[in-house]
């Protein structure tokens, strides 16, 4: 594995070394937590990089219809990611405590049985997606243009439902195995390929919201081949041979582990679905303030996504070592790991959403071309708000990654519906019927970080997560605390 500084590995290390100096983190762990976490965070950023890029691009192509159009057909995308990435937690819970138990007959079976069912639940994902896209966008608006532009981006993105889905599962895959940096290598690749193809696709042949779509899919194919040759065994460019390999020939159908799977993996799906699902009365209330809102709103939500970014590596490197942990039979190290990357989280957090928000109003300019006074003005507030907000995320994020990995899936699902359902959802529709107005919606980006924040916070506290994790270990697992 080739090891390098960059400025993301750089800020991490340094908040982490401070923080052990101040006796908040053991020392000798934070070189282990930094290494497994900044890939995941790189990679983070290239994808929502991406995504906001896709957001900049056809706004600036087409306009403001264009953006509310992605955005209306975004929650739907999504699905894409509750199924895959709620299966992927079964996939990084099984995985990282058979890696470290050296279970590797059972590591194989985990893998197999977590790509069979992926393909099985994104492939009905992406069936309904492509069957009835008009009907699905003008569920959220009656603008003809924006139900236009939203329908074909959906139609066209849903050609690439599995391959993101499975995408997932090869990193989870990977990173429970202690290997971050090669799936950051790989999807941050194709990330990048992402934008190279869309910036053709919709400014060189002038295929709009189309383009954008169809640089989605091609880019998750490549890596989806990508991750398919390294686990089969064969050398890849650059990242050489994986940590893990896997007989594509064994069993795909192994009844105890896919019921292993889907216990751990439908609260997490849950978990996941409850954002996805959100985002439907979410975009349908914020509609109500009118287009140029939505378009703020979008904007927003994209840079919040940027701002979450550093929670994709600390949530997955926490999972990799709890898991880990676990599967040596070590608990009261899992237990200081899930802690210990809980502060580093907070404190990373904060520095980079504290330069977001001195950035915030340049940063908008970014997503609109001419006149849009009004959209820039709006957005701007949005980000003042989630950037403040978004520090929560940090403990919410980190703790149910933890809690991921132990199998105790359920609080962190309660949790994020407690955020959207109970507050945020209620709050953004205040906001829209009455006189709060935008504060409903500065107000929602608290309300969806706090909740889980304090409740993840408060179930790993409990140390109940332990009793729970042993039904999922390995039979050379043992237990030392």
């Known amino acids: 594995m080739v090891r390098t500084y960059n400025p993301v590995k750089l800020v991490i290390l340094v908040v982490g070394l401070a923080l052990a100096r101040a006796g908040l983190v053991e020392r000798t762990r934070v070189t282990r937590i930094v290494d497994l976490a900044w890939p995941r965070i790189v990679t983070g950023v290239a994808r929502m990089s991406k995504s906001a890029v896709d957001i900049a691009m056809v706004g600036i192509a087409v306009g403001p219809a264009a953006i509310a159009g992605i955005g209306f057909a975004s929650p739907y995308w999504g699905f894409t990611f509750t199924v895959g ?3 992927a937690t079964g996939t990084i819970a099984l995985v990282s405590q058979r890696f470290g138990a050296e279970a590797f007959d059972e590591l194989g079976q985990a893998i197999r049985s977590s790509v069979l069912l992926v393909v099985i639940v994104a492939g009905a994902v992406a069936a309904a997606m492509w069957a ?14 924006s139900i236009e532009l939203g329908a074909a981006y959906l139609r066209t993105i849903s050609v690439g439902v599995p391959f993101a889905a ?31 193809l869309n910036a053709v696709l919709i400014f060189g042949l002038g295929m709009g919201v189309v383009g954008a779509a169809l640089g989605t899919v091609l ?11 390294g686990l089969l065994g064969y050398r890849l460019p650059v990242v050489g041979h994986l940590p893990v390999t896997v007989s594509p020939t064994g069993p795909y159908v192994h009844l105890p582990t896919i019921r292993d799977l889907v216990r751990i993996s439908t609260p997490a799906i ?3 679905g409850i954002w996805t699902v959100a985002r439907f009365p979410m975009l349908a209330f914020v509609a109500l303030f009118g287009q140029q809102v939505v378009a703020a709103y979008v904007i927003s939500r994209r840079i919040w996504g940027l701002m979450n970014t550093p929670g994709w590596g600390f949530g997955l490197a926490t999972s990799s070592l709890v898991g880990q942990s676990l599967g040596e039979g070590d608990e009261s190290l899992a237990e200081e790991y899930g802690h210990e990357i809980a502060a580093i989280a907070v404190l990373t957090y904060v520095v980079t959403a504290s330069i977001v928000f001195v950035f915030a109003e340049p940063i908008v300019e970014l997503f609109v071309d001419g006149p849009a006074g009004e959209t820039v003005s709006i957005a701007v507030g949005l980000v003042y708000a989630a950037s403040i907000a978004v520090i929560a995320r940090a403990v919410g994020g980190t703790y149910a990654g933890a809690l991921d990995a132990t199998g105790d899936t359920r609080w962190p699902f309660y949790s994020r ?24 919606l500065y107000l929602s980006y608290f309300g969806q970080s706090l909740a889980p924040a304090v409740v993840n916070y408060y179930r790993f506290r409990t140390g109940k997560w332990k009793a729970i994790s042993r039904r999922y270990r390995p039979d050379s697992a043992t237990p030392t605390d």
């Open 270 to 272: 849950g978990r996941r």
């Open 85 to 87: 990435g709620g299966v």
């Open 166 to 196: 499975l995408n997932l599962i090869g990193s989870r895959i990977l990173i429970g195995a202690d290997d971050s940096w090669t799936p950051m290598v790989l999807r941050g690749t194709g990330a990048v390929a992402n934008v190279v």
């Open 417 to 440: 519906a407690l955020g959207m359902f109970g507050l945020a959802i209620p709050l953004t529709y205040l906001g829209a019927t009455t006189p709060l107005g935008l504060w409903g």
């Open 132 to 145: 009835m896209p008009t009907a699905l966008i003008s569920l959220l608006t009656d603008d003809p243009r």
């Open 219 to 229: 880019s998750n194919v490549v890596i989806v081949v990508l991750f398919a040759i």
